[in-house]
């Protein structure tokens, strides 16, 4: 993956440059509502540190921040009540899982039903 690119729009709401409604925040992570929600219930949480993706934020985090930061995953789906109906995380890292923002990100996805695995049919027959 490419170096941090210091200008992402998350970098931005980190050093709150850009605006966003903070639905969560402790020393690991912040947490804010998607802009364009894919659900009824529908949050990004991201790592308080430079991390492009999951795979950047594996290798390099220090353990305790990496645990700290999936605690605060938790913390955000239960602030949103979707522990008992369930819910969904999901995150892109890379090309082919169309990453658009390069800041490690967790989407955490509730409030309906939410179908199957993946929407489109992405196997090339
Ligand atoms: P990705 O495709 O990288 O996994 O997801 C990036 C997500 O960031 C998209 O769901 C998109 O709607 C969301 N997003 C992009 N720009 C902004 C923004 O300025 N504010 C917020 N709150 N979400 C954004």
Known sequence: MADYDH?????KILRREIPA?????DDYAMAFPDIQPA?????????KGEYCSFDDFSKRAEAVFIAGFFKAVQQVAAKLGLEEGGYRLITN???????????????????????GL???????R
């Open 7 to 11: 200008d992402n729009i998350f970098a």
């Open 21 to 25: 409604e903070i639905l969560y925040e």
């Open 39 to 47: 659900a009824k219930a529908h949050a990004l949480v991201i790592p």
């Open 93 to 115: 890292h890379g090309k082919n899982a169309h990453q658009t923002v390069p800041h490690f990100h967790v989407h955490v996805l509730g409030g309906q039903p939410l179908g």
């Open 118 to 124: 993946l929407s489109g049919d992405t196997l090339e």
